[in-house]
């Protein structure tokens, strides 16, 4: 590694610079919600709003709540308590009192080869009278203008399948240091939102399974969630068979109308993550057992790349290594650094929190490594489920 230090140490500290400013680029072309004006009227599609819940006692009122105080003009709820242990059935009825758009329903036992959230979508679905399904997590908060401008940016693109990419409301310090980087992450390897809608490669679609409309006649022609039952990242995979199917899959930032805490405490964020980041990751790689061995191995040091300033900076100062180290890390770790404070600041997260950003990426690194290891099989709110 000597002739790396014949070089000029901002030379080599540039592609530290390059990435995050692309994941800048990337993120500026996005469409957002804002940009649709909301849909109105006595023509507009009758919508079906379906919240899967299990165990979400602590989320369930705000979700609720935050639904029924939609303009939109026509619309139902339906809220599916999957045999929850606690009282997230109950208080989902105190939240919705008297509307009578809501409904509370318990599927039947969960079947062999399905996981929970897909089988508690599935039996809202097979009870919605809607035009249009929109599938949402109870521990989601929705402005009231999210249906109406959700519905107009669906039919002005003329998407079959629309998510919304909304804010990532975070608590905990290490909610902070490791939700924007890992969010951050994704971006950097598959675009914004208007580069994934425009996408036409299935490995290269996702989708935010926090808020996804569909409409009802390509949700039944392609067999639901039926036809994902198995798959921990269940979104992720209903746009990559949906886009395989030729149907239009879409993405628009909607961070003034969505906001969703996804986990409050450290155990909470790795156990959430360890279920996705392998199960997803895998599918957008090519279906071939070496790639996807490989895989494997380089997953896990894909995080690392963010470690490597601050480590190179720390060992030049403490002369375990030559102070030229000392020199690309310091660069390397403030073009980051700087860049990133911008990006998390425009999806709303706390920018000072990128200064930390080796932090996440080494939390990240530990989490992929431990999703790696556990493969195919998943543990999620008291279920263990083999992943497809």
Same mark, same amino acid.
């Given at each position: *590694?000597?002739?790396?230090?014949? &070089?000029?140490?901002?030379?080599?500290?540039?592609?530290?610079?390059?990435?995050?400013?692309?994941?800048?680029?990337? @993120?500026?072309?996005?469409?957002?919600?804002?940009?649709?004006?909301?849909?109105?009227?006595?023509?507009?599609?009758?919508?079906?709003?379906?919240?899967?819940?299990?165990?979400?006692?602590?989320?369930?009122?705000?979700? $609720?709540?935050?639904?029924?105080?939609?303009?939109?003009?026509?619309?139902?709820?339906?809220?599916?308590?999957d045999h929850s242990s606690d009282e997230t059935g109950a208080l989902a009825w105190r939240a919705f009192g008297n509307d009578a758009r809501a409904r509370v329903t318990?599927?039947?036992?969960?079947?062999?080869?399905?996981?929970?959230?897909?089988?508690?979508?599935?039996?809202?679905?097979?009870?919605?009278?809607?035009?249009?399904? &929109?599938?949402?997590?109870?521990?989601?908060?929705?402005?009231?203008?999210?249906?109406?401008?959700?519905?107009?940016?669906?039919?002005?693109?003329?998407?079959?399948?629309?998510?919304?990419?909304?804010?990532?409301?975070?608590?905990?310090?290490?909610?902070?240091?490791?939700?924007?980087?890992?969010?951050?992450?994704?971006?950097?390897?598959?675009?914004?939102?208007?580069? *994934?809608?425009?996408?036409?490669?299935?490995?290269?679609?996702?989708?935010?399974?926090?808020?996804?409309? $569909?409409?009802?006649?390509?949700?039944?022609?392609?067999?639901?969630?039926?036809?994902?039952?198995?798959?921990?990242?269940?979104?992720?995979?209903?746009?990559?068979?949906?886009?395989?199917?030729?149907?239009?899959?879409? *993405?628009?930032?909607?961070?003034?109308?969505?906001?969703?805490? *996804?986990?409050?405490?450290?155990?909470?964020?790795?156990?959430?993550?360890?279920?996705?980041?392998?199960?997803?990751?895998?599918?957008?790689?090519?279906?071939?057992?070496?790639?996807?061995?490989?895989?494997?191995?380089?997953?896990?040091?894909?995080?690392?790349?963010?470690?490597?300033? @601050?480590?190179?900076? &720390?060992?030049?100062?403490?002369?375990? $290594?030559?102070?030229?180290?000392?020199?690309?890390?310091?660069?390397?770790?403030?073009?980051?650094?700087?860049?990133?404070?911008?990006?998390?600041?425009?999806?709303?997260a706390a920018p000072g929190y990128a200064l930390l950003h080796p932090l996440g990426a080494a939390v990240i690194a530990y989490i992929t490594v431990r999703a790696v290891?556990?493969?195919?099989?998943?543990?999620w709110k008291g279920r263990v489920y083999r992943a497809a």
């Amino acid at each position: *590694m000597a002739w790396i230090e014949t &070089l000029p140490p901002w030379v080599v500290a540039l592609p530290w610079l390059a990435a995050p400013l692309v994941v800048l680029w990337q @993120l500026r072309n996005s469409r957002h919600l804002a940009d649709y004006p909301p849909a109105a009227g006595a023509d507009v599609p009758r919508v079906s709003v379906i919240v899967p819940a299990r165990n979400e006692a602590h989320n369930i009122e705000r979700c $609720v709540q935050s639904l029924c105080a939609t303009t939109y003009p026509n619309v139902e709820f339906i809220v599916v308590d999957d045999h929850s242990s606690d009282e997230t059935g109950a208080l989902a009825w105190r939240a919705f009192g008297n509307d009578a758009r809501a409904r509370v329903t318990v599927p039947p036992a969960l079947p062999d080869g399905w996981f929970g959230k897909q089988w508690a979508c599935a039996h809202g679905a097979s009870l919605a009278t809607g035009d249009l399904y &929109l599938f949402t997590d109870a521990d989601t908060s929705h402005a009231p203008d999210l249906l109406p401008r959700a519905v107009a940016a669906l039919r002005a693109r003329e998407a079959d399948l629309l998510s919304v990419n909304g804010r990532q409301e975070t608590g905990t310090f290490w909610e902070k240091v490791v939700q924007p980087a890992i969010f951050v992450m994704f971006f950097a390897i598959l675009g914004g939102a208007e580069t *994934m809608s425009r996408s036409r490669n299935p490995r290269r679609k996702i989708a935010n399974g926090q808020c996804l409309l $569909v409409r009802r006649a390509a949700y039944d022609a392609l067999d639901g969630h039926a036809a994902v039952r198995a798959y921990s990242a269940e979104d992720a995979m209903l746009a990559m068979r949906w886009t395989e199917a030729g149907r239009r899959v879409h *993405m628009v930032v909607g961070l003034d109308q969505l906001s969703t805490r *996804m986990y409050t405490s450290f155990g909470e964020l790795v156990a959430g993550w360890e279920k996705n980041l392998w199960s997803a990751g895998r599918h957008l790689l090519a279906d071939n057992a070496l790639v996807r061995g490989l895989a494997r191995i380089s997953m896990p040091l894909g995080p690392l790349i963010g470690v490597i300033p @601050l480590a190179s900076l &720390l060992l030049g100062a403490t002369g375990i $290594v030559s102070p030229w180290w000392m020199e690309f890390g310091a660069l390397a770790y403030a073009f980051s650094a700087i860049v990133l404070a911008i990006v998390y600041r425009g999806v709303r997260a706390a920018p000072g929190y990128a200064l930390l950003h080796p932090l996440g990426a080494a939390v990240i690194a530990y989490i992929t490594v431990r999703a790696v290891l556990r493969g195919d099989t998943t543990q999620w709110k008291g279920r263990v489920y083999r992943a497809a």
